[in-house]
T-cell receptor
Framework: GAVVSQHPSRVICKSGTSVKIECRSL??????MFWYRQFPKQSLMLMAT?????????EQGVEKDKFLINHASLTLSTLTVTSAHPEDSSFYIC???????????????FGPGTRLLVL | AQKVTQAQTEISVVEKEDVTLDCVYE???????LFWYKQPPSGELVFLIR??????QNEISGRYSWNFQKSTSSFNFTITASQVVDSAVYFC?????????????????FGQGTILTVHP
């Protein structure tokens, strides 16, 4: 079953509003979570790396004041797109890094993604 | 800086044909991980394989096989006897190893993806 969930799976909002996307690791603790963005017919591009209890590290070109990331617990990271505009419409995917059950190795698990459409 | 190149933008085959998806990577790291993911129309990434840079053995899993050639920095993926359900976008990715003994890895750098269409 899924080990990382995202909510909502799909959201449509008006231009200028803020949208929060949640990423949860299920049954494991994730000290590090990653947020990726994928525009139609393009590849996944890393936006930021989120560590529990500390500020996120943003990739070059990603506005930290527009894409607010909070990693308040070992199982939850949130991405808030502030004052969203049509050009922010994209597929946002998170991943969580951790060790599940009897696995010996830390592995990164991807969430199912959130489709954001800004009108 | 890390870079992953998937030169084939789109591939179209007829069912039961074999198809190879190419992946070439660049990194200065001595220890790293390589991945292949499948992304069906739903968008959710499906993990296919992870390979440590020290393990150059080729791998076979059912109809899937992977050829890792460190000398040419390539990690190619072959689907044997392709099926319509194999139609998807396939991504090759690279990550620097981290943690004690290089057993962990961090952010992934993805290739541009190859759109595979298998016709009945």
């Amino acid at each position: 079953g899924a080990v990382v969930s995202q909510h909502p799976s799909r959201v449509i909002c008006k231009s200028g509003t803020s949208v929060k996307i949640e990423c949860r690791s299920l049954d494991f603790q994730a000290t590090t979570m990653f947020w990726y963005r994928q525009f139609p017919k393009q590849s996944l591009m890393l936006m930021a790396t989120s560590n529990e209890g500390s500020k996120a590290t943003y990739e070059q070109g990603v506005e930290k004041d527009k894409f607010l990331i909070n990693h308040a617990s070992l199982t939850l990271s949130t991405l808030t797109v502030t004052s969203a505009h049509p050009e922010d419409s994209s597929f946002y995917i998170c991943s969580a890094s951790g060790v599940i059950a009897d696995s010996l190795q830390e592995t990164q698990y991807f969430g199912p993604g959130t489709r954001l459409l800004v009108l | 800086a890390q870079k992953v190149t998937q030169a084939q933008t789109e591939i179209s085959v007829v069912e039961k044909e074999d198809v190879t998806l190419d992946c070439v990577y660049e990194t200065r790291d001595t220890t790293y991980y390589l991945f292949w993911y499948k992304q069906p129309p739903s968008g959710e990434l499906v993990f296919l394989i992870r390979r440590n840079s020290f393990d150059e053995q080729n791998e076979i899993s059912g109809r899937y096989s992977w050829n890792f050639q460190k000398s040419t920095s390539s990690f190619n993926f072959t689907i044997t006897a392709s099926q319509v359900v194999d139609s998807a976008v396939y991504f090759c990715a690279l990550s620097e190893a981290s943690g004690a003994g290089g057993t962990s890895y961090g952010k992934l750098t993805f290739g541009q993806g190859t759109i595979l269409t298998v016709h009945p």
